[in-house]
């Protein structure tokens, strides 16, 4: 896949989605939480990443009963959280290798 | 604060401000909530940093695949600015025209506009030449950050 491995603030966007549906401002503090403090999404980044995502079905407006213009919720699609196996999967791998090589190097 | 962020938001295209400017906003506002009560360090750091990708979110979006495709030659309108660039083109074209015509004449060669126009002149277009060289550095960043590979997100995985 031409887009994968995914960008860090991306991909904790989108892990941040899978727990459950979200707003913007409770996207960032997740992820800062997430990261332990080490990514601090701001505001255009955010929501550079939330058109982007959109606009490929990745995730989608939650409906909620208090729909507000100004506070709206988003989720993960189906396809966002198959992308997201995907990649989770990639780095699984890619942490097995990385492990062995170093565990036969202190070898 | 809210009216620089504001300002910031009519940077991006409108098709995004419909989308998003309130809901921005919003997140805005709310971080700055968080904030209010901490050190003068950590609020600097927090505008600084929000209007710092508010400034590359725009130049991003702006120069966006989409955008590029969303162009519609019938909706273009120059800027305000335009104006006064063709003006000065025209006096160039002007001068070098009268220049010329001195030349030819075999008359008097010096300068027909005063030493201070000339150097204005100069001026203006080593400005517009430094302006031209951190626009190109911006993009440039832009770019090498991989800013641009969230528009080429495909949308089924290859298994």
């Not at chain 1, 009963?65 to 990639?90: F, H, I, P």
Request: proline letters at 3%.
């Amino acid at each position: 896949m031409g887009n994968l491995p995914l960008t860090e603030p991306v991909l904790l966007v989108l892990l941040s989605l899978a727990e459950q549906p979200r707003h913007g401002y409770s996207i960032i503090k997740d992820v800062e939480q997430v990261s332990g403090r080490r990514v601090v999404l701001s505001t255009g980044t955010l929501y550079g990443a939330l058109k982007r995502l959109l606009a490929q079905g990745w995730i989608e407006h939650f409906e909620e009963t208090e729909n507000s213009r100004d506070r709206r919720a988003y989720r993960l699609t189906a396809r966002g959280r198959r992308n997201l196996q995907v990649e989770v999967e990639r780095m699984k791998q890619l942490t097995k290798v990385a492990s062995l090589r170093i565990a036969r190097k202190e070898a | 604060m809210l009216t620089l962020f504001r300002c910031l938001l009519r940077l991006y295209p409108a098709e995004f401000c419909r989308e998003f400017a309130e809901e921005m906003t919003s997140v805005f506002c709310q971080g700055r909530r968080d904030v209010r009560h901490q050190g003068l360090k950590v609020r600097a750091q927090f505008l600084a940093r929000e209007f710092w990708s508010m400034f590359t979110g725009a130049l991003r979006e702006q120069f966006s695949d989409d955008s590029f495709r969303r162009f519609d030659m019938r909706s273009f309108r120059f800027p305000r600015a335009t104006i006064v660039v063709m003006l000065v083109a025209l006096a160039n074209v002007g001068y070098a025209i009268e220049r010329a015509k001195q030349i030819t004449d075999g008359g008097d060669t010096r300068s027909i506009w005063p030493p201070v126009l000339t150097g204005m002149f100069v001026g203006w277009l080593g400005v517009m030449g430094i302006l031209g060289l951190i626009g190109y550095g911006i993009l440039r960043v832009l770019k090498q950050s991989g800013a641009q590979r969230l528009s080429r997100i495909q949308t089924k995985p290859q298994l």
